[in-house]
């Protein structure tokens, strides 16, 4: 059974840092473009960033590039979001995902992360 497990999130001041980890399992995701997606509340769940297989491509939203940098360690079935300047409108539940391609809308996504709260306060 495929499990994709999110750790790192809590409550950081504007301006601070946190980084999320990923722990994939259940099947090997190499072939297979991981990424973040986040939800706050009344808002839909929206890309994030993303990372090829091979870990040689990454993306990300506007709203978070030049902050936030995704990367992943295959060997360990692990992709990480570590996430610099945090403002307070980056306050979401941020989800895991895995899927095939250049993913930036939820339709394509196989598989996801129970999610992890991330608070920045003011």
């Known amino acids: 059974q495929v499990q994709l497990v999110e750790s790192g999130g809590g409550l950081v001041q504007a301006g601070g840092s946190l980084r999320l980890s990923c722990a994939a399992s259940?099947?090997?995701?190499?072939?297979?473009?991981m990424g973040w997606f986040r939800q706050a509340p009344g808002k839909e769940r929206e890309f994030v960033a993303g990372?090829?297989?091979?870990?040689?491509?990454?993306y990300a939203a506007d709203s978070v590039k030049g902050r936030f940098t995704i990367s992943r360690l295959n060997a360990k079935g692990t992709v990480y979001l570590q996430m610099n300047n945090l403002k307070p409108e980056d306050t979401a539940v941020y989800y895991c995902?895995?899927?095939?391609?250049?993913?930036?809308?939820?339709?394509?996504?196989?598989?996801w992360g129970q999610g992890t709260q991330v608070t920045v306060s003011s």
């Open positions: 995902a895995v899927g095939l391609g250049r993913f930036t809308t939820a339709q394509p996504i196989q598989y």
């Open positions: 259940g099947r090997t995701f190499s072939a297979y473009t």
């Open positions: 990372i090829s297989w091979s870990g040689s491509s990454t």
